[in-house]
């Protein structure tokens, strides 16, 4: 069972990245998938969550409006796209899944049994 971040990079603000998580070892669709970041110094924030079967997104106040999950099953991977990057999106993103994960813990990284290594996002001009 494994988790595989990727899609991180330096832009500039104002810019977007997508992000991938792909699944080995598991069918992603039956999983709820978090996706969390962690700036130098701070703690590990959540960013968003897709319920199992995409039936429902969550969004952080911080990135709504600019984040959005998304997800291709065929390929057993979720994307986040990240448009109207600023320097405070700057951190490791991660993405983990759950598989009995209930709405309320969907920010906290207790809550998931899955991670992925974490990938890099760098906003600056």
């Known amino acids: 069972v494994q988790l595989q971040a990727s899609g991180g990079g330096l832009v500039q603000p104002g810019g977007s990245l997508r992000l991938s998580c792909t699944a080995s070892?598991?069918?992603?669709?039956?999983?709820?998938i978090g996706w969390f970041r962690q700036a130098p110094g701070k703690e590990r924030e959540g960013v968003g969550c897709m319920a199992s079967g995409a039936s429902r997104m969550i969004y952080a106040d911080t990135v709504k409006g600019r984040f959005t999950i998304s997800r291709d099953y065929a390929k057993n991977t979720v994307y986040l796209q990240m448009n109207g990057l600023k320097p405070e999106d700057t951190a490791v993103y991660y993405c983990?899944?759950?598989?009995?994960?209930?709405?309320?813990?969907?920010?906290?990284?207790?809550?998931?049994?899955?991670w992925g290594q974490g990938t890099e996002v760098t906003v600056s001009s």
């Open positions: 070892g598991f069918t992603l669709e039956r999983y709820a």
């Open positions: 983990a899944a759950d598989s009995t994960l209930i709405r309320s813990s969907w920010s906290n990284a207790a809550a998931y049994d899955y």
